[in-house]
């Protein structure tokens, strides 16, 4: 700063000389002004204080932002892997459904399979895993059905079985208008007595049986 001109200290006595900043009087030696004002103007020492506040507070809301920002990538982060683990259950809870829908349906074509072949017919009752007439008969697994006249009963059984069932009896019976179903099976044999207007459904009957007997053998 340059020092003011002498011309103008006879116009200031003890006081501040006009345009000399930091309060340089005559009574003041350059030296003590300097020293006086090493650190600044008071006006300088606000604003370099001003500057430094805000500095700081600049500082502060960075960190502060920096925290939200690092705080609202964790949450992203947390909300993500959420969806993750969600999108992964419902993954599993439509494989889980669609396995129920299958076993369901295969269920229902076991149901329908065996709705299908059972039946009941002159008191012969057929059901999917047996076939039984008045107490006899047993697992349907390798029976055979066949529906036939007397004569055709009695030339095809054995000997012994037709003694056991009678064949021999209905063939002499000779009833005209009547057929017979017949069903063998390794353990059991029986034959029922059906009128020939039923041999449609007798041979219906039978092929059910049949059916039975190959599909649980």
Sequence with gaps: MRRPHRSLWPLATHDEIPGVVGGYTRSMGLKEWAEKNKAGSPEQLAQKAERIEKRAGLKADHAANKAESAERRENLKAEWTEHKAGSQERVAKKDERAEKLVNLKADMAANKARAD?????????????????????????????????????????????????????????????????????????????????????????????????????
């Design 117 to 217: 072949a059972a039946g009941m017919f002159e008191g012969v009752v057929l059901k999917f895993d047996s076939v039984k007439y008045k107490g006899q008969g047993g697992p349907v697994s390798g029976a055979t059905a066949h529906v036939e006249t007397a004569s055709d009963v009695r030339r095809r059984v054995t000997a012994t079985r037709a003694l056991a069932i009678g064949v021999f009896a209905l063939a002499a019976k000779k009833k005209a208008g009547h057929i017979y179903l017949t069903v063998e099976h390794p353990d059991y044999f029986f034959t029922v007595e059906v009128p020939v207007k039923k041999e449609t459904k007798a041979r219906e009957f039978a092929a059910k049986i049949n059916n039975a007997g190959r599909q649980k053998s």
